[in-house]
């Protein structure tokens, strides 16, 4: 007789430190639920959702590490927000930053907006004019 055995790569995901020190695994499922509710009613695809999950997935897959904060996490997911909708960033970090009062928000926003803010390159600033153009009273 012969045996041969077979060896698998098995991904292990670090664990969440939470605020309060608890550990709980990471959840997928968790993360995508927080960034649906983030880009909810912004044009942003569900295929990118998963991609922003996939990436976060792998960048922790690749970190090595057996634990990662729930603040490092949270950055990580703010960066990939960021770049794909300005108002969804600003959604999320509002609740994962907990803003204590408008000024704080207020900072978030210009700060965003001072370092040019998701796709400022890509997308120009629409034209007050055009909308004017196909308003009914703007026509003769």
Known sequence: ???????RVEEVLPLVVKKDMRRE???RQKLLGG?????????VSLEALEAM???????LMDSGEKEITSRALGESVMRRL?????VAYVR?????RQFRDIDEFRTELETLARDGGPRAAEAPHPDPSAALALAPEATP
């Open 1 to 7: 007789r012969r045996f041969t055995t077979y060896e």
């Open 25 to 27: 695994a990471f959840d």
């Open 35 to 43: 960034l649906r509710r983030a880009c909810e009613k912004r044009p």
């Open 53 to 59: 999950a996939d990436a976060t997935e792998r960048e």
């Open 82 to 86: 960021r770049t794909a909708d300005g």
């Open 92 to 96: 999320f970090a509002s609740v994962y």
